[in-house]
């Protein structure tokens, strides 16, 4: 028993009685999948999760026993597969909003259902599955819900033309149309039924003439009437406001042809034999479509003075056009040599066309460049507690999360849940996560924040940024002694003073005409990491990010913390070094005579010897953190000493 006859056994001891929500017995649906993957050429692994698609939902550990029983692709596609049932809700919390909010979910659910697809597969059984629900409702002549039809019609069908599925799109939109505008189906289904005799004989004429020229050129074409599809004949009616009769795809034919030098040689055909209508020929094959769909079309007017369609591409083409992403699916369970696979997978290039998709639209301006950079799975996809899909960079947190629903909400966070568990703040949050932000009632951010692991967003980190910036210049305490109390700071912005004797030259970034010193406990030299501190009338004291004096103060004041920076590498600083060494003869002119010969200023010596051991304190006024460790190295180097350390 192969592995589908088995995976067919399993279904049927899973599901048996069991029906879905649309009434479907499971059964009956899994069974119409793998009919839809069959059509398409899917392999066996694909029908196989077909058949298995609601073990999750009726079988303990599934994931487990489905990779020992079928192995660990299966087992993903499943998976997959069932997280995919989550986007339910989440379209009909988009349909809700209605207008334009229900558009930009649609897209970005579109976008949700592909980032969450790790198998490409795994969308085209998502798509198998709504094809199948819709044909069993239109059989049993069951009214399907307007939102889960719109959603077909705005989500699926896009995302089959997307992958180049055609078969899929043209079903998906017909059915969903049928149940959205019932009476405008039936009025256009009326029309071409109506007119079914005289379409066909016109067809089969204008076949026998196309077929007979084409054979006294020596071109080898299958030439066949294309089906009509109601969606397409509706729109274009109402696109260029066209009657019935005038619409061209009404009358359509198709023309197989073996190869590209051929289909240009078909259109010179077709248009000596009926006459071009003007501004309606698109050549597809020097310019392919988004989803790398290739073929020519033309309209000719026919010997009645209608208007019929030809479309004319060569196999290769077709079984692209018809089959889109799922064609490399059929060339590998067909045996095509490996080369062929390959160079039908570069011709496809899917990875590419979806790519270009996301980056096509956002729904913020700000964030256009960032999907131009990005690879395909530098974005993820979660949810808030109402169903609204929010995107984010990879690696983001609930902080990011909540920054990107609105400003407040960010600024108010101080806890998190996601999927119903609490979690930290620093969490990376995964595609298809539901996240709820816990809120204070006032407050700020945490300057926490801004340290590596809670923040990836970069207008996230901007936004946190904005809030001490703001808080420094409405903090009164922060202005110098001598303004004057109407006196309004600056907007924020980079300012630096030049540094007198023994003065840094440092930026701080937030607020003007602040006078900075350096923290006389930790000494900072360049290229420290530095932060600034509001005193109240000394100015801005500037620290170590790793001083403990500076900790302690933040922690108390927070919104009286500020960023500061190296605004230039030359300078003097003056810093501590502390030497323990044993104690011995000539040991303090031996330290001296190192720092002396390095042109090393001193500006305080301290020392203390007890139990044979010597410990120093050097005030030292050195250029960089660079010379620092220079000189610690050559004090390192002086007899008897066993440590060398900064203050």
Not at 178 to 198: G, N, Q, S, V
Not at 206 to 217: F, H, N, Q, T
Request: glycine share 8%; net charge neutral; proline share 4%.
């Amino acid at each position: 028993m192969d592995a589908v006859d088995q995976a067919r056994a399993l279904a049927r001891e899973l599901y048996l009685g069991r029906r879905l929500g649309t009434g479907e017995d499971i059964l009956e649906h899994a069974e119409g999948m793998v009919a839809r993957l069959a059509e398409l050429g899917l392999d066996s692994d694909a029908r196989v999760a077909a058949l298995l698609f609601a073990a999750h939902d009726h079988m303990p550990d599934a994931g487990e026993k489905l990779a020992a029983e079928f192995g660990a692709p299966v087992a993903a596609l499943v998976a997959n597969l069932h997280r995919l049932k989550g986007l339910r809700p989440l379209t009909e919390a988009a349909a809700a909003r209605g207008g334009g909010a229900a558009e930009a979910q649609a897209e970005i659910l579109r976008k949700m259902l592909l980032a969450m697809a790790d198998d490409i597969r795994v969308v085209l059984l998502r798509l198998a599955s709504r094809t199948q629900t819709l044909r069993w409702l239109t059989g049993h002549d069951i009214p399907l819900r307007r939102d889960m039809a719109r959603e077909s019609l705005e989500i699926y069908a896009p995302l089959a033309n997307r992958l180049g599925v055609w078969q899929m799109k043209w079903e998906i939109e017909d059915l969903s149309f049928r149940f959205i505008e019932p009476e405008t189906y039936k009025r256009i289904a009326k029309m071409l039924d109506e007119k079914r005799a005289e379409r066909e004989a016109f067809i089969e004429s204008a076949i026998a003439r196309l077929k007979d020229e084409m054979a006294k050129a020596g071109v080898n074409a299958e030439v066949y009437g294309r089906p009509k599809h109601i969606y397409s004949i509706r729109n274009k009616m109402r696109a260029k406001n066209l009657d019935f009769s005038e619409v061209y795809d009404v009358r359509a034919l198709r023309v197989i042809v073996p190869d590209v030098r051929d289909c240009y040689t078909a259109l010179g055909i077709v248009h000596a034999l009926w006459q071009p209508v003007h501004g309606e020929f698109d050549d597809y094959i020097s310019h392919p479509k988004g989803n790398d769909y290739r073929s020519l079309h033309t309209a000719v007017m026919a010997e009645d003075g209608r208007p019929f369609e030809v479309q004319i591409r060569t196999r290769e083409m077709h079984s692209h056009a018809e089959l889109g992403v799922a064609a490399h699916w059929r060339y590998k369970e067909s045996g095509t040599s490996a080369k062929a696979d390959s160079s039908y997978d570069d011709k496809i290039a899917w990875l590419r066309q979806l790519l270009s998709w996301r980056d096509e639209i956002t729904d913020s301006a700000a964030w256009v460049e960032q999907f131009k950079r990005a690879a395909l799975d530098d974005t993820i996809y979660v949810m808030t507690p109402q169903g609204r899909v929010i995107d984010l960079p990879r690696g983001a947190t609930p902080i990011d999360f909540a920054y990107r629903v609105h400003t407040d909400l960010g600024h108010r966070c101080r806890g998190a849940k996601v999927d119903g568990h609490l979690v930290p703040l620093s969490t990376s949050l995964a595609n298809g996560q539901r996240v709820e932000i816990v809120v204070a009632k006032t407050g700020g951010p945490s300057r926490d924040w801004l340290q590596p692991g809670h923040l990836v967003s970069p207008r996230a980190r901007q936004k946190v940024k904005a809030w001490f910036a703001a808080q420094a210049e409405h903090e009164p305490a922060a202005a110098p002694a001598a303004a004057p109390a109407a006196e309004a700071l600056p907007e924020p912005e980079i300012v630096t003073r030049r540094p007198r004797a023994g003065e840094s030259k440092v930026l701080v970034v937030g607020v003007d005409k602040l006078l900075t010193q350096l923290g006389r406990c930790c000494k900072p030299v360049p290229p420290d990491a530095i932060a600034g501190f509001v005193t109240r009338g000394r100015g801005v004291s500037v620290h170590r990010t790793d001083c403990a004096n500076f900790r302690n103060m933040a922690a108390r004041n927070p919104e009286r913390v500020i960023d500061a920076q190296w605004g230039a590498k030359e300078g003097i600083y003056a810093t501590d070094l502390f030497i323990e060494a044993h104690d011995r003869q000539g040991l303090l002119r031996d330290i001296s005579d190192v720092l002396s010969k390095e042109k090393i200023n001193v500006t305080a010596v301290k020392t203390q010897s007890k139990g044979g051991m010597a410990r120093m304190g050097f005030t030292v006024e050195l250029s960089s953190a660079g010379t620092l460790q220079r000189i610690m190295a050559l004090v390192g180097e002086v007899a008897g000493v066993t440590s060398v350390r900064r203050g």
